[in-house]
């Protein structure tokens, strides 16, 4: 009965609906508000109908769409406003009484003219160099823009490496030559954070916030964008700027593409093979299977990751990627999925010194031991998003964007250590401890994002944020195996006997866990205030982190065994009740769990002061309050602690628009940056060359930040953009190699500088086309200073002997260059189908160590770097393209700013020629050159 009564209703509200619709004869004038150079709808402006005796106000919706209902016969007058676009055009028409619908679609130019009525509009393409321009034109802030047809082009198959592309970013290479961290105007890593959609992401990183570039495959991006000047809507934690992530978002026709390519390296031939690895099948160590005073033994381990080594001559990398989009229910419902697989085969050559802790008399330093290691990396991405959005009605619209990434890094490092470089050996003998090490680490990220977009009246519009986001690294039984070989040579230097002893068997177990909760919201109030629409603003968010740190290393040794080359005959024992427990205590604080709570609030306001001024500006208030616990003893008087601050970070942006296609702008913004994690714990762990602590001392950072640049988009992909910054620093945090408990004994530790530091310098980049042919340069100059104490270890008549002193050092900020720049050839070649680029990018000397003791920094070299893509059409929808990176195979070389000629001549010997007389090469890095090569199709 209860359904006969439902369906008699609906069919009477569809009767009533359809004989309303028929008996109503009233016109109506409706259509699009877009920009007109990105095709962006302009949510949110405001339509403005003038008939005799009438005028009727309509907002615009979030696709884009306006309508008036019941319009009068006769002529009408229709004007637009939006903030930063100019309000004077006025479009005029005439609607009969026989038009039912009359459509009147505007693009609207930025704080210029508006074009003429447009009754007949082409699909926009958000992927085009022609869009990002836009987008960097109409931006609020300053901010350089790659758009997707840009990446795509590109030699590049990370986001990590791509950035380097960008004016005034460089990257801070792995092991294997991959981009992995950006350094934004000579800020390294700590000083940028990453967004996603204008979200933040959690990190994987076992000890900081920054999240590692390299776990996004490029394709995946409809636009890279790094904003440099920060509005009060945007979070206040990055002072070099901010990576935002814009990933592909649902079309508004059908899209499908499909690609896949192979390569390799030309480092894994003439000799030089892949050293490959299965993984331990032991994800968990012996204490979380069997508790955390379970007392090893050997027979817990497993040691398949040593004994499964088999080398690869030229093993081929593979790339593939899928991309399917369309909107349904009439333009209601869009959907896309990305998803990108990568899995490449990457390595190194490096040769590096170790300096003792303390140098010599005067500074002159000395060297305890030397390394020769060979890296055999392997790197599984695969990459997966998904964005549903719904159009519910004019008003209110919702989607639902997930991401996943993961990443598996298989690395095999082969080490050699000449103790004291030799020097502690006879004529006819020679110390080397050899070792390898196979790593796994697994990283993923995960993002759910719910947004909401509404308008609540003409005035007044309403968007939403829940996430939910969490990243994990985990690193399962890395091992690595170690023995010294007591080599006798004869006078000819070759190898007569080999003593093989003191071998050592270590596993080591890590995991992470970054999760956040958070909320976002922003309301937005458009009243017309002096005849002006003025936007206010306000908003903030809240996010609630839970970060979990475990790690364990157990060691093994094999007794007074001599190794003979089989590894499965060592009777490898457990030295002691505490190796067999794992940790030792001054090791428990490595494991912790943090809780962070952070809100922000914000109020903003954008105006046109003069009709070419844009002016924004406003405050935001941002919250900190984290405490850690670690498993330490409770003896450890830092075992826990509590953080709790809060900044207030104001900022003011202006623009003005000097032609139709010119802006002027300035900006100041005070921003902070949180410590890492891990550096506030008081951690100690084993580096790649020093073990690493954490001090719990640490204060956060904060900046002031001022920006000019004058722009000009004369078109298309073209660009000039000149501009200068300013920033001063406080509490900045870099890191220290310091002494331990003797003079070989280094330690790296994060610190805050004792005085304030700057960092000023000069952006310029030019795009350019004549015809098929273009050109796109940037060269970014930047100079930065800090003042830090250091140590002097001299002889200044001191009954003692020579001493150590403390001095002041004024240097660079930690991974800053002087000088960088990017330049690039393009074709392009609609008739020929074929795109082509040659791009060449450059970093200059840069601090990459800082040392305890004064002049003794390590400074990388510059660096420069040939790299080549193509894409060419071979049919309708099919294409054929390629890239390959370091033409010139590049070597990434670290140097002392200390003469060479004082130093041994075994360095000779070591490291090959060193190349500059007023410096001493102690490290270098070979890569050489990855190609890879494949097919897409387009529909």
Known sequence: MKYSYFFYRLLLLFSLSLLFSLTSNAQSIKGKVDDYKTGEPLTGATVHLTQPGINKVAPVSLNGNYIFKNVHPGPYKIQVNYIGYKSSQVYEGSI??????????????????????????????KETDHAARGIEKNANMIENILSANTIQLLPD?????????????????????????????????????????????????PAYRFVPMDVFPSEMLERLEVIKALTPNIEGDAIGGVMNLIMKSAPDHFVFSANASGGFSSLFSNGRLFNAFNASPNRQSPAIVHGNSYPATAADFNNHALNSDHNLNNPLSSTAGLTIGDRFLNNKLGVIVSASYQNVYRGSNSKRLIPNAQPDVDNNPQFSDSYDRTY?????????HNKIDYVIDDKNKLSLYNLYIHQNEFESRLSSDTLGLGLNSTALNKQITLANRSTLTQQTIYNSTLHGEHVLSDQWRFNWDGVYSKATRNMPDRTEFSYDANKSLNSAGAVTAEQDNNTVLTHHWENNKDQD????????????????????STGGLYRHKIRDAYFIDYTLKGGLTVYNNNFNSI?????????????SSDKLSNNYHIKEDDNAEYMQVKFDLLPKLQVLGGVRVENTNLGYETQSPLTVSQRSGKYIYTDVLPSIHLKYALTDNQNIRASYFASISRPGFGEQVPYVISGEYYNEEGNPNLKHITADNYDVRYEFFPGGADQLLLGSFYKK?????EYYVVRGSGPSDLLIQPQNASDNATNYGFEALATKFFGIIGFSVNYTYTHSRVTTPKLSYEDRGDPRGAQNYI?????????????????????????LGLDVQMAFVYTGERLAQVSAYANLDFYQHAYGQLDFSFEKTLAKHFSFYGKINNLTNTAAKIYLKHPNASINP????????????????????????LFLGGLRYKF
């Not at 801070?172 to 990453?194: C, D, K, L, P, V």
């Not at 055999?376 to 997966?384: D, H, P």
């Not at 075994?906 to 050159?929: C, N, P, R």
């Open 517 to 536: 909760i958070s909320g976002y919201a922003n309301l937005i109030f458009t009243p017309k205030i002096a005849g002006k629409v003025v936007e206010f």
């Open 807 to 831: 001095v002041t050092e004024t240097r660079p900020l930690q991974g800053q260059a002087d000088h960088v720049g990017n330049a690039s050839i393009l074709f392009k070649s609609a008739k």
């Open 906 to 929: 075994k360095l000779q010997e070591f490291l090959g020629k060193q190349d500059i007389a007023a410096q001493t090469l102690v490290q270098s890095d070979y890569y050489k050159t």
């Open 376 to 384: 055999s990396t392997q790197t599984q991405r695969l990459g997966i």
């Open 729 to 733: 620093i406080y509490n900045p945090i």
């Open 96 to 125: 009969s009484a026989t038009d039912e619908t009359k459509v009147v679609n505007i693009d609207l130019q930025d704080a210029s003219t508006q074009v003429a009525e447009v009754k007949i509009t082409g699909r926009t393409n």
């Open 571 to 583: 009777p490898f024992n457990v030295t002691s009740p505490g190796d067999g427990t794992g940790n």
């Open 157 to 205: 198959v990370t986001v990590g490496n791509a950035l380097q592309r960008v004016s005034g970013v460089t990257v801070q290479r792995s092991a294997s030559g991959e981009g992995r961290y950006a350094i934004i105007r000579g800020m390294e890593q700590r000083y940028n954070s990453t967004l996603v959609n204008g979200i933040k992401i959690p990190s994987p990183d």
